[in-house]
Structure formats: C-alpha cells, structure tokens
C-alpha cells in the first residue's frame, strides 16, 4: 500500500482560505500568479505572509531602507490586487541576513 492511497490528494480548488509563506515579496506573486487568481476566482481568501524585508534586492541606492520597505510593500499590495490577495502581514526579517530560526516559526505558527 503506498502513501497515495492512504492519504487522499487534496483539490486545492476546494480550498476556501489560502496563506501563502513567502521568503521575499514577489515569489508568491511570479512563482504562483495565475494559480492563487484562479483560486480567489473560485472564492479562496488569498492570504500573504512575507518572511523579510527584501532590502538585498534594491537597486536605487538613493532609497534609505524606510523608503526602500514601503516602496516595496505598495508594490506588493499592487500585485495582491491583481490576484485578489484580502490580506498582507510582512514578518520583516533581514533578507540574507541572520535571524532565529525558532522565533521565525513561532511567529508563523
């Protein structure tokens, strides 16, 4: 007997709520795009959580980290909208920086 059969695949299709963990702002969004607006078009509450304040991934070094988050925080509600996110919660830990690993999994639980 293989695991298959004892434990039924879901359909995620029949998922009502949706929260999607993610390490930077955009990997929800360019790694499961269409999937999540298929979801929301089918009635799922799509949720965002964001691990880190993705800081590494900044360009414009004329943007102090304050405005570097906040730019990238609307960027994110921007695209949430598109997919039909309802809510973002952003953890803010450094992107490639050193965090506990502990208190990172208390606070998504």
Same mark, same amino acid.
């Given at each position: 007997?293989?695991?298959? #059969?004892?434990?039924?695949?879901?359909?995620?299709?029949?998922?009502?709520?949706?929260?999607?963990?993610?390490?930077?702002?955009?990997?929800?969004?360019?790694?499961?795009?269409?999937?999540?607006?298929?979801?929301?078009?089918?009635?799922?509450?799509?949720?965002?959580?964001?691990? !880190?304040?993705?800081?590494?991934?900044?360009?414009?070094? !004329?943007?102090? #980290?304050?405005?570097?988050?906040?730019?990238?925080?609307?960027?994110?509600?921007?695209?949430?909208?598109?997919?039909?996110? #309802?809510?973002?919660?952003?953890?803010?830990?450094?992107?490639?920086?050193?965090?506990?690993?502990?208190?990172?999994?208390?606070?998504?639980?």
């Amino acid at each position: 007997m293989t695991l298959l #059969s004892i434990i039924p695949t879901p359909d995620i299709f029949q998922a009502r709520r949706i929260l999607c963990i993610q390490p930077h702002y955009d990997d929800n969004d360019i790694g499961a795009g269409g999937t999540l607006a298929l979801l929301h078009e089918r009635g799922a509450e799509i949720i965002y959580l964001t691990i !880190t304040d993705d800081l590494m991934g900044v360009l414009d070094a !004329t943007l102090t #980290s304050e405005a570097a988050a906040a730019q990238l925080k609307r960027e994110q509600e921007q695209a949430g909208q598109f997919i039909g996110v #309802s809510q973002h919660y952003w953890l803010g830990y450094p992107d490639a920086g050193a965090y506990d690993y502990y208190d990172l999994r208390h606070q998504i639980i």
